[in-house]
């Protein structure tokens, strides 16, 4: 794509010195004898010197071709092509012409396509070797044919077709995707594989298709893969099995929304399903999972005779971190056939709670992997149980929020000298009882306690309100100043119309002092019959 000056001399001999002429002299022969006035050709159309034109040129490109009259496609390699033998076809799938990333618009977008060999002997058509091109793109014949628009093809797919092309400098594996998404961004060579990030971002923003998200890190040269990731794939080559899925579209699907903030990519109306399968997470716990609004053909296929209802929908396991959301298990999906239900003996316990916002980090690089590791061993971890059949606890709302993992029941505090927080809570036995359960510790004094209350229901929604008009920190200070005598390793509290009694108890793990404050605290609520009195 270089716009050489000694092409713009005004002396036509050093021109035609050049190694390319000879190919564009050609071309122009070809293009007059098939009635056409003009030729745009990559390799001398774009003066690469000025920002202005190679934006324009690179974000023009993919519509320059659809407008195009035909399109020349030029094999360089001096083999055999004659596609009725079985060498010629083998010699054309295995040409540098289809591993190349700026090519890769230039097939789909062509209306007509005339290949070449290196003689500029005719080989054929895009047309007429559709299903060859089809086997060696994967892209789907009626793509090629411009029978279907991109538009209802998945990100994924895209993505795959590129999974196997290459460029020569870092960002044009981005820019050569560009027309594929109808994407506009600015071009900044320098910028590395930013340009990959920017450009799933901006997929994501305008077109909510999660299957973008359906990568698998293969790991470096077939090693195990990285163990926390973001959610975007860092090249093309993360979707070499993409070609395998399907979108798929059911009403959980609709009224999401996300915007990209310095936090990551915030999601709200998604949800985020747990886990159904007990993994040995490395953060520990269970993970959720996003479902990608896509299936496995292959496997949908062998599968068919079966008696399952419900198609396997792909999914990947995130796990909650002090710094957003990151992906475990990169290396593999995660399938959801069902919508999951809850385990019997469900307490309430935010663990099995359905998450519909969050933030997700887009990547994450080899030393925020061992911050995460070390961040993840320092939280207070809150246990419900109940004493009394029939009885259960429901957990509505935790603060701080941001620190709150709802999918291993946890508040993360690495980093924090000091910490106050509330649970707001429900239970049930014959109505509903709402509660409070404050907590707090300070490493400086070493010190740390917690404090249940039971409230009527009015003044638990006042609570609730103030939470909502006022914000977490004033409505956390308040309630300390307002119980702060209350605060203790044990407390206990009438609840349920004093039929029941609610036990809060907070301690420090013993293996925690090993560094001289604790990392790891235990905040449990019991739910038990009052005491009987004692005899007079």
């Known amino acids: 794509m270089d716009a050489d000056p000694e092409c713009r001399r005004k002396d036509p001999s050093a ?137 209802a093809v998945p990100a994924v797919n895209k993505m795959a077709w590129a999974s196997k092309r290459v460029t020569t400098r870092v960002e044009d594996i981005a820019y050569c995707l560009f027309g594929l998404f109808d994407i506009h961004l600015p071009i900044i060579y320098g910028e590395g594989s ?83 399968i007990n993994t040995a997470l490395k953060l520990g716990g269970t993970g959720s999972v996003l479902r990608l609004q896509c299936y496995d053909r292959l496997r949908h296929a062998q599968e068919a005779a079966s008696t399952e209802v419900f198609t396997p929908e792909v999914g990947i396991l995130l796990q909650h971190t002090m710094r957003g959301y990151v992906r475990l298990d990169s290396d593999r999906f995660e399938e959801s056939t ?29 030393d925020t992997c061992d911050d995460i590791m070390e961040e993840a061993d320092h939280y207070i971890q809150l246990r419900f149980s109940s004493r009394v059949q029939g009885a259960y606890i429901a957990v509505h709302e935790v603060v701080p929020a941001a620190l709150w993992d709802p999918t291993r029941g946890r508040l993360l505090t690495a980093g924090l000298t000091s910490v106050d927080g509330l649970v707001l809570a429900t239970g049930s036995i014959l109505g509903e009882w709402p509660c409070v359960i404050a907590f707090r510790f300070n490493h400086a004094s070493r010190s740390y306690g917690c404090h249940v209350k039971s409230l009527p229901m009015d003044e638990y929604m006042v609570l609730k309100m103030r939470l909502d008009k006022h914000g977490e920190h004033f409505t956390v200070a308040f309630w300390a100043r307002e119980y702060e005598s209350r605060y203790a390793a044990r407390s206990v509290e009438p609840w349920a119309g004093n039929t029941l009694q609610l036990t809060a108890t907070m301690e420090a793990r013993p293996t925690s002092y090993a560094t001289g404050t604790p990392k790891q605290f235990t905040l449990s609520i019991v739910a038990e019959k009052l005491p009987l009195p004692a005899a007079s």
């Open 15 to 151: 021109a035609s010195k050049k190694p390319g002429y000879a190919k564009i002299a050609t071309t122009c022969r070809r293009a007059r004898r098939d009635g056409f006035q003009y030729v745009w050709v990559d390799t001398c159309c774009i003066d690469k010197s000025s920002s202005a034109e190679l934006s324009e040129a690179i974000n023009s490109m993919f519509r320059w071709y659809q407008a195009s009259g035909l399109c020349y496609a030029h094999i360089f390699e001096e083999k055999d092509m004659n596609i009725a033998t079985s060498s010629g076809r083998r010699n054309f799938a295995e040409c540098r012409w289809f591993t190349r990333g700026w090519t890769l618009q230039e097939l789909v977008a062509s209306r007509e396509i005339h290949f070449y060999d290196s003689k500029w002997d005719f080989i054929g058509t895009k047309e007429t070797m559709g299903d060859l091109i089809s086997q060696v793109t994967l892209i789907e014949t009626d793509i090629l044919a411009g029978k279907r628009p991109l538009k």
């Open 194 to 276: 930013k340009a990959f990030m920017r450009l799933q971002e901006e997929i994501l923003k305008s077109s909510m298709d999660l299957t973008l998200l359906a990568w698998i890190d293969p790991g470096p040269r077939g090693g195990p893969a990285q163990e926390y990731r973001g959610i975007f794939a860092r090249s093309p080559r993360e979707f070499r099995w993409g070609h395998r899925l399907a979108a798929i579209k059911n009403q959980s699907h609709f009224g999401g929304s996300l915007i990209i903030t310095n936090q990551g990519v915030q999601m709200s109306g998604i949800t985020l399903w747990p886990s159904l």
């Open 338 to 366: 069902r919508t999951p239900g809850f385990p019997a003996g469900y307490l309430g316990t935010a663990k099995q709670s359905l998450i519909r916002q969050f933030h997700a980090l887009q990547d994450i690089d080899a």
